[in-house]
């Protein structure tokens, strides 16, 4: 069974910084493409970034200021967040895709509340 557990979420001033984590459980990760999305009240959820592999993308209003990354060895999935804005509050969700048994499927963590004062 494929579980995601999400840590670092809290409360930062703007300018500040935060580290979320998502550990994941099963042995899928190493062959997975990883993401983390997040959904502000009242609004859809939205991609933040995604890695497969060595490559990487990362929404507009968050480039320069976010670092996506993955230990396949420990198969945590990270996101580093520099020069938070206000506009950055929101749950954030870690996201796995993998092929699971023949089909292709779709796992989420449980979100974490990402709050960013001005």
């Known amino acids: 069974q494929v579980q995601l557990v999400e840590s670092g979420g809290g409360l930062v001033q703007a300018g500040g910084s935060l580290r979320l984590s998502c550990t994941v459980s099963?042995?899928?990760?190493?062959?997975?493409?990883t993401g983390w999305y997040r959904q502000a009240p009242g609004r859809q959820r939205e991609l933040v970034a995604r890695?497969?592999?060595?490559?990487?993308t990362y929404a507009d209003s968050v480039k320069g200021r976010f670092t996506i990354s993955r230990d396949n060895a420990r198969n945590t999935l990270s996101l580093e967040m520099n020069s938070l804005k206000p506009e950055d509050t929101a749950v954030y969700y870690c996201?796995?895709?993998?092929?699971?048994?023949?089909?292709?499927?779709?796992?989420w963590g449980q979100g974490t509340q990402v709050t960013v004062s001005s």
């Open positions: 996201n796995v895709v993998a092929w699971v048994g023949g089909s292709l499927s779709n796992y």
């Open positions: 099963g042995s899928i990760f190493s062959r997975s493409a």
């Open positions: 890695i497969s592999g060595v490559s990487t």
